[in-house]
């Protein structure tokens, strides 16, 4: 079974710019959580999505915003980049929410230059 | 609030030395607790678990025992090699809200 697959796995933009980040979970999970995780940070919480529907968010401003679809892929975007939104931007997906059970993918690096 | 402090890193020791790496929590409720490790360019990986108190977690010689006591999720290990060599992460959940995690403690094995 394929795991948690996240893309692009890089990207360079420059502040003012938005991005779009892809994440598609484990077959059959329906449930995906996003996380930022930074040096000075470390893991934070961002939101979850379950059957196409936001259930959770974190305390990160509304330049932040993802979706899922109906085959529970999921996209989050990052709108007037900031340098600080350089990160590593992690999913998780899960059957239904379990975060006790959740799979991580690889990431992916976002450099704001 | 929920959180979780792990001891800082990095820690750096031989091969075949002990592994100590302190996690202390703070939670409303009674938490699951969790060990994750990431390695060079990975996601996080799950490593072991604990979801009530006096459990023991253990996975790939590592093990934690859940302290209600005194709030804690040490996690150990006898002997490491190098390719335990990787970022660690002690992380609580209440009641499946969001996952809270520490600080992460890198860890590098030296031959």
């Known amino acids: 079974k394929a795991g948690v697959t996240q893309t692009p796995r890089y990207l360079i933009k420059t502040r003012g710019q938005q991005v779009t980040l892809s994440c598609s979970p484990i077959s059959g999970h329906r449930s995906v959580s996003w996380y930022q995780q930074t040096p000075g940070q470390g893991l934070q919480f961002l939101f979850e999505?379950?059957?196409?529907?936001?259930?959770n968010k974190g305390n990160f401003p509304g330049r932040f915003s993802g979706r899922q679809f109906s085959n529970s892929r999921s996209e989050m975007n990052v709108s007037t980049l900031e340098l600080g939104d350089s990160a590593l931007y992690l999913c998780?997906?899960?059957?239904?929410?379990?975060?006790?059970?959740?799979?991580f993918g690889p990431g992916t690096r976002l450099l704001v230059l | 609030g929920n959180s979780v402090t792990q001891m800082e890193g990095p820690v750096t020791l031989s091969e075949e030395a002990f592994l100590t790496i302190n996690c202390t929590y703070t939670?409303?409720?009674?938490?699951?607790l969790f060990w994750y490790v990431q390695y060079p360019g990975e996601g996080l990986q799950l490593l072991l678990k604990a979801t009530k108190a006096d459990d023991k977690g253990s996975n790939k010689g590592f093990e934690a025992t859940y302290r209600k006591e005194t709030t804690s999720f040490h996690l150990e290990k006898g002997s490491v090699q190098v390719s335990d060599s990787a970022v660690y992460f002690c992380?609580?959940?209440?009641?499946?809200?969001?996952?809270?995690f520490g600080a992460g403690t890198r860890l590098t094995v030296k031959p």
């Open positions: 939670a409303t409720g009674y938490p699951s």
């Open positions: 999505y379950f059957s196409e529907t936001q259930r």
């Open positions: 998780a997906s899960s059957l239904k929410g379990e975060k006790e059970t959740q799979y």
């Open positions: 992380a609580l959940i209440v009641n499946n809200n969001d996952m809270r």
